[in-house]
Nanobody, 115 residues
Framework: QVQLVESGGGLVQAGGSLRLSCAASGSIASINAMGWYRQAPGKQRELVAVITSGGRTNYADSVKGRFTISRDNAKNTFYLQMNSLKPEDTAVYYC?????????WGQGTQVTVSS
């Protein structure tokens, strides 16, 4: 399985932005779909965004218009640009390749949005 390393989390005020990165240990060019999940305290892990090899994207309703998922196959890395952050976006964010419970997972990166 591919190894994933996330970076880019942190503490930000409401309305601010962060960009998460997920670097893979191998080529991601042939992987059909990859995604970002998040898990807030006391809540189930939820799918936030998905991107396919063809560049199609899909987002949770709660982040549409604020988050953007992208991929750079040459760098074996994909990203989650998060704008207009809200306190309810506070969670541990995980990248996942290929999307689904049997894919590889990153270690998680904490995103905290203060009001």
């Amino acid at each position: 399985q591919v190894q994933l390393v996330e970076s880019g989390g942190g503490l930000v005020q409401a309305g601010g932005s962060l960009r998460l990165s997920c670097a893979a240990s191998g080529s991601i060019a042939s992987i059909n779909a990859m995604g970002w999940y998040r898990q807030a305290p006391g809540k189930q892990r939820e799918l936030v965004a998905v991107i396919t090899s063809g560049g199609r994207t899909n987002y949770a309703d709660s982040v549409k218009g604020r988050f953007t998922i992208s991929r750079d196959n040459a760098k074996n890395t994909f990203y989650l640009q998060m704008n207009s952050l809200k306190p309810e976006d506070t969670a541990v964010y995980y990248c996942n390749i290929p999307v689904g419970p049997f894919g590889s997972w990153g270690q998680g990166t904490q995103v905290t949005v203060s009001s």
